[in-house]
C-alpha cells in the first residue's frame, strides 16, 4: 500500500476513534485523556494493531498539543497575576520539590542506578504534567475555581525548574565539566528571564500586533508566534511548553479571549493526539515486570502532590474541597517525565530498567490523575460535610443545657 494511503487511512481511523472514545467520556462524566492514554496503548508498539504509518506525523502532533496547551493556559491569566502568584507560591514550589523529587530519587539509589539514576528518576517522579493538568481543568470547567491559580503557580515553578533542571542532567549525561554545565545553566536561566521580561513589559503591545478583525489573519498569527516562540526558548535549552506558556501570559485583554475562541478547537484536536502518540510510543511488554514498584512509586507521590496542593491552597485560605481538589489536579505525570527518561536512555544514563520503570509509573499516573481530579469534587464535598457537622455536633454538646 502506499505510504500516504496508510497514513490517511490510519489518521482517519485515530481520529474517529478519538471521537468515539470522547463520546463515551461524556456519557459518563469524566475527561477523556485516561481513555485517550489507553486506546493509544492498544495501538502502540507491541499493542493489538500497531500504527506504523502516522510515526512522524504523530511526533509533530504531539509536540503542537503541547505547544496550544500550554499556550492557552497561559491566555487564562496575566503577567501580573503570574508574578503575584510566583511571589506568594515560592514555598509551596519549595514544599513541591523536596516532597515529589525525594522518593524518585531515594528509589534509585536503593536499587544501585546511582547519582545519575537518581537525578533522573528523581526528575520523573518531581514534575507534573501541565499538559494533562491544563486538558482535564478546561474538561472539568474548573479555570475560574479559586485554587486554579495555585495550582498554575506551581506547575509554572515546576515548568521554571525544569529550565535548570533538563542543563544539568544533559551535562551530568554527557559528563560535561562543571564549567561547561554552568555555561548552559546561565544560557537557560537568562532565555527564561528574557521572554518573562518580555511578557511583563511589552504585553500590551504583543497583543495589538497579534490581534486583528479577520479571523483567518489572526489564526496565522497566533499560531505562528506561538511555534516562533515555542522554537526559540527550546534553542536555548528552555522547554518549547514554558515558552508557549508565557507568550499566553503576554497577550491579554480582548485579543486574549479572541484567541482562547480560535484556538480551542486546534488545541483539542492536536492535544488529543499528544494523548494517543504518548500510549502508541508505550510497549505492553514491558510494563509487567515493573508494574508492582512503579504501582508502590506512584501511590507514594500521589500522596506527596496531593499533600503540596493542599498546603499550598490552604496558605491562601481556600477551603477543603478547593484543597483536595487543587491536590489532586496535580497527581498526573507526562510529557516532561518521558523526555527526562528518554534524555537519560539516549545518553546511555539509565539502564533499561529505570527507562521501563518510568514509562510504567507515567503511564498510570496519566490515566489515574484525571481519574482522580475527577472524583475530587464529591470527595471535597463529603469530607467538608463531615466536618461541618461534626463541628455543629462539637458545639451542641458543649452548650449550657439550662
Given at each position: 500500500m502506499d505510504h500516504t494511503t496508510l497514513v490517511l487511512i490510519e489518521l482517519g481511523a485515530v481520529f474517529l476513534?478519538?471521537?468515539?472514545?470522547?463520546?463515551?467520556?461524556?456519557?459518563?462524566g469524566?475527561?477523556?485523556?485516561?481513555?485517550?492514554?489507553?486506546?493509544g496503548l492498544v495501538f502502540g508498539h507491541g499493542g493489538i494493531v500497531p500504527l506504523s504509518g502516522?510515526?512522524?506525523?504523530?511526533?509533530?502532533?504531539s509536540e503542537l498539543g503541547v505547544v496550544l496547551l500550554l499556550l492557552m493556559l497561559g491566555l487564562e491569566y496575566t503577567a501580573k497575576e503570574l508574578v503575584t502568584g510566583l511571589r506568594a507560591s515560592w514555598l509551596a514550589g519549595v514544599v513541591d520539590l523536596i516532597l515529589n523529587f525525594?522518593?524518585?530519587?531515594?528509589?534509585a539509589l536503593l536499587l544501585g542506578w546511582g547519582p545519575i539514576g537518581a537525578l533522573v528518576l528523581g526528575g520523573v517522579t518531581y514534575i507534573s504534567s501541565s499538559g494533562i493538568i491544563a486538558k482535564v481543568l478546561t474538561d472539568l470547567g474548573r479555570l475560574g475555581n479559586r485554587e486554579t491559580p495555585v495550582v498554575l503557580s506551581i506547575l509554572v515553578l515546576e515548568d521554571l525548574a525544569m529550565a535548570v533542571y533538563l542543563p544539568i542532567l544533559t551535562a551530568a549525561?554527557?559528563?560535561?565539566?562543571?564549567?561547561?554545565?554552568?555555561?548552559?545553566?546561565?544560557?537557560?536561566?537568562?532565555?527564561?528571564?528574557?521572554?518573562l521580561l518580555l511578557a511583563l513589559r511589552f504585553g500590551p503591545l504583543i497583543s495589538r500586533l497579534l490581534h486583528s478583525p479577520d479571523q483567518e489573519n489572526f489564526l496565522l498569527k497566533l499560531i505562528g508566534a506561538a511555534l516562533l516562540v515555542a522554537g526559540l526558548a527550546a534553542a536555548m535549552q528552555?522547554?518549547?511548553a514554558v515558552g508557549a506558556f508565557l507568550l499566553g501570559i503576554a497577550i491579554s485583554g480582548a485579543t486574549a479571549h479572541s484567541a482562547t475562541?480560535?484556538?480551542a478547537p486546534l488545541r483539542d484536536l492536536f492535544a488529543a493526539m499528544f494523548f494517543v502518540v504518548f500510549g502508541i510510543n508505550t510497549d505492553p511488554r514491558t510494563i509487567p515486570p515493573v508494574l508492582l514498584l512503579a504501582l508502590g512509586l506512584a501511590l507514594l507521590t500521589s500522596l506527596t502532590k496531593i499533600a503540596t496542593g493542599a498546603w499550598a491552597a490552604r496558605r491562601m485560605g481556600i477551603g477543603i474541597p478547593g484543597r483536595i481538589r487543587a491536590g489532586t489536579a496535580l497527581i498526573a505525570r507526562g510529557e516532561f517525565s518521558i523526555v527526562i527518561a528518554g534524555l537519560a536512555v539516549a545518553g546511555g544514563g539509565a539502564s533499561p530498567e529505570l527507562a521501563a520503570l518510568a514509562t510504567t509509573y507515567v503511564m498510570l499516573l496519566a490515566v489515574l490523575g484525571p481519574i482522580a481530579t475527577r472524583v475530587a469534587e464529591p470527595l471535597g464535598r463529603a469530607v467538608a460535610a463531615r466536618r461541618h457537622h461534626a463541628a455543629r455536633g462539637?458545639?451542641?454538646?458543649t452548650a449550657d443545657p439550662s
Amino acid at each position: 500500500m502506499d505510504h500516504t494511503t496508510l497514513v490517511l487511512i490510519e489518521l482517519g481511523a485515530v481520529f474517529l476513534g478519538l471521537g468515539l472514545l470522547g463520546r463515551v467520556a461524556a456519557r459518563i462524566g469524566m475527561s477523556p485523556v485516561p481513555l485517550y492514554l489507553l486506546g493509544g496503548l492498544v495501538f502502540g508498539h507491541g499493542g493489538i494493531v500497531p500504527l506504523s504509518g502516522i510515526e512522524e506525523f504523530g511526533d509533530i502532533a504531539s509536540e503542537l498539543g503541547v505547544v496550544l496547551l500550554l499556550l492557552m493556559l497561559g491566555l487564562e491569566y496575566t503577567a501580573k497575576e503570574l508574578v503575584t502568584g510566583l511571589r506568594a507560591s515560592w514555598l509551596a514550589g519549595v514544599v513541591d520539590l523536596i516532597l515529589n523529587f525525594t522518593p524518585g530519587a531515594g528509589l534509585a539509589l536503593l536499587l544501585g542506578w546511582g547519582p545519575i539514576g537518581a537525578l533522573v528518576l528523581g526528575g520523573v517522579t518531581y514534575i507534573s504534567s501541565s499538559g494533562i493538568i491544563a486538558k482535564v481543568l478546561t474538561d472539568l470547567g474548573r479555570l475560574g475555581n479559586r485554587e486554579t491559580p495555585v495550582v498554575l503557580s506551581i506547575l509554572v515553578l515546576e515548568d521554571l525548574a525544569m529550565a535548570v533542571y533538563l542543563p544539568i542532567l544533559t551535562a551530568a549525561l554527557a559528563g560535561v565539566s562543571f564549567l561547561g554545565g554552568l555555561r548552559t545553566e546561565a544560557i537557560a536561566l537568562l532565555a527564561v528571564s528574557l521572554v518573562l521580561l518580555l511578557a511583563l513589559r511589552f504585553g500590551p503591545l504583543i497583543s495589538r500586533l497579534l490581534h486583528s478583525p479577520d479571523q483567518e489573519n489572526f489564526l496565522l498569527k497566533l499560531i505562528g508566534a506561538a511555534l516562533l516562540v515555542a522554537g526559540l526558548a527550546a534553542a536555548m535549552q528552555v522547554s518549547a511548553a514554558v515558552g508557549a506558556f508565557l507568550l499566553g501570559i503576554a497577550i491579554s485583554g480582548a485579543t486574549a479571549h479572541s484567541a482562547t475562541k480560535v484556538l480551542a478547537p486546534l488545541r483539542d484536536l492536536f492535544a488529543a493526539m499528544f494523548f494517543v502518540v504518548f500510549g502508541i510510543n508505550t510497549d505492553p511488554r514491558t510494563i509487567p515486570p515493573v508494574l508492582l514498584l512503579a504501582l508502590g512509586l506512584a501511590l507514594l507521590t500521589s500522596l506527596t502532590k496531593i499533600a503540596t496542593g493542599a498546603w499550598a491552597a490552604r496558605r491562601m485560605g481556600i477551603g477543603i474541597p478547593g484543597r483536595i481538589r487543587a491536590g489532586t489536579a496535580l497527581i498526573a505525570r507526562g510529557e516532561f517525565s518521558i523526555v527526562i527518561a528518554g534524555l537519560a536512555v539516549a545518553g546511555g544514563g539509565a539502564s533499561p530498567e529505570l527507562a521501563a520503570l518510568a514509562t510504567t509509573y507515567v503511564m498510570l499516573l496519566a490515566v489515574l490523575g484525571p481519574i482522580a481530579t475527577r472524583v475530587a469534587e464529591p470527595l471535597g464535598r463529603a469530607v467538608a460535610a463531615r466536618r461541618h457537622h461534626a463541628a455543629r455536633g462539637a458545639d451542641l454538646g458543649t452548650a449550657d443545657p439550662s
